[in-house]
């Protein structure tokens, strides 16, 4: 411990030179490297959807969708289609069917897809290979440049250093957290504070977030809890994940801000014509893109639980008294986040799985319908 303890104390405040100066660090490379490792079959994913014109394709099966559908309804205005009668038709005019419009708009809908998402596959692969290639260039280089001026960019934030006292308690809580889970050797991630009654925490790619909310609300063995979560969403690079996966969506993300800017507009004409316009865009982002997140982040925020819990019961209770006092932990911060976030698994569940071995194994007893074991530790 003394030895996480000593660079942690390169964090302490000093007059003479900025509190990060000399801490060590991962290179940009070693940070990538982790992030890649996750969210893999996603990354693609958010690339196809962003770079590669599917979101016009989106475009036109609504198109299709309204032109099958309506061409239905004209035959079946026109006594062209019969109707299918009993519970699925409707006695309007020459036998409208419910069915049929429904199947001529998936057909529509299908049709106009692939015809345009087919045929730039078909008719241009390598200009799509391109528009691939560039997508996934840009979004590691702008995770890179983002990596190595992150911390610029949180003091703009108005995050800021530990004071005195802050530091005094968090980095043996934070150095004893480092050394439970086994980070032995090795840089350690900068720890700021922000100046908020709200009580989250959050890592980014080179630091973790504590807000002076949570601070004051936790005890030593909650925090220490919650620091050792984060110092492991940190360690295995999930944080960088998520900003690749950003990256590799960056088409999206300013045009799904503005979606949902306009959607929570006062104005029922503007709220309707950014639905609109950027239907497509809430459809992809929340269709496919937070699925494919959710599978991920969901699997990744349990094995994150479960590292904390088995660094002994201090840290699984610990733990367990953080979330009950703070539901949502790690917070959005912005409309993207959100939208991703919803992901997170509830925290009903997290608590399910933090229980002792012992409450465990007294509700597995009740669910036999047997007697719950008795407490055997008094026992000759």
């Not at 302490?12 to 070693?30: C, G, I, L, N, Y």
Request: glycine share 10%; aromatic share 8%; proline share 5%.
């Amino acid at each position: 411990m003394m030895t996480r303890l000593a660079q942690l104390r390169r964090q302490a405040p000093k007059d003479t030179m900025s509190q990060h100066d000399t801490v060590p660090e991962r290179t940009v490379w070693e940070a990538l490297s982790l992030g890649l490792r996750h969210y893999k079959f996603g990354l693609l994913v958010a690339l196809v959807a962003a770079w590669s014109g599917a979101i016009v394709a989106v475009y036109a099966a609504g198109i299709g969708a309204v032109l099958g559908g309506g061409a239905v309804l004209g035959a079946a205005a026109q006594g062209l289609v019969p109707s299918a009668g009993g519970p699925y038709g409707v006695g309007i005019g020459n036998g409208i069917t419910i069915i049929g419009v429904v199947v001529g708009a998936l057909v529509g809908a299908v049709t106009a897809f692939t015809a345009v998402f087919g045929g730039s596959i078909v008719l241009a692969p390598q200009a799509l290979l391109a528009e691939l290639l560039a997508g996934a260039l840009i979004a590691v280089t702008l995770t890179a440049i983002l990596y190595r001026g992150e911390r610029l960019l949180l003091t703009s934030r108005g995050y800021r250093r530990m004071a005195w006292e802050e530091w005094e308690r968090i980095a043996p809580l934070a150095a004893s957290a480092a050394q439970a889970l086994g980070l032995w050797a090795g840089p350690l991630p900068h720890i700021f504070v922000v100046d908020t009654l709200d009580a989250h925490a959050w890592t980014e790619m080179r630091a973790i977030v504590i807000t002076r909310g949570l601070l004051d609300l936790l005890d030593d063995d909650e925090l220490r809890a919650v620091m050792a979560h984060e110092l492991y969403h940190w360690s295995v690079g999930h944080s960088v994940g998520q900003r690749l996966l950003w990256a590799c969506a960056l088409p999206l993300v300013p045009l799904q801000a503005l979606a949902l800017w306009l959607g929570r507009s006062r104005e029922g004409v503007v709220a309707l014509i950014g639905w609109c316009l950027f239907w497509p865009v809430n459809l992809t982002v929340r269709a496919v893109v937070a699925p494919l997140f959710a599978r991920y982040s969901r699997s990744y925020e349990f094995q994150t639980d479960a590292k904390v819990a088995a660094c002994g019961p201090a840290y699984r209770d610990g733990l367990r008294g953080a979330l009950t006092k703070v539901a949502i932990l790690e917070a959005p911060r912005t409309g993207w986040e959100a939208t991703l976030t919803r992901a997170h698994p509830p925290t009903a569940l997290r608590l399910e799985r933090l229980i002792s071995p012992e409450e465990e194994a007294r509700r597995a007893a009740r669910v036999r319908g047997g007697s719950p074991p008795h407490d055997t530790a008094g026992a000759p």
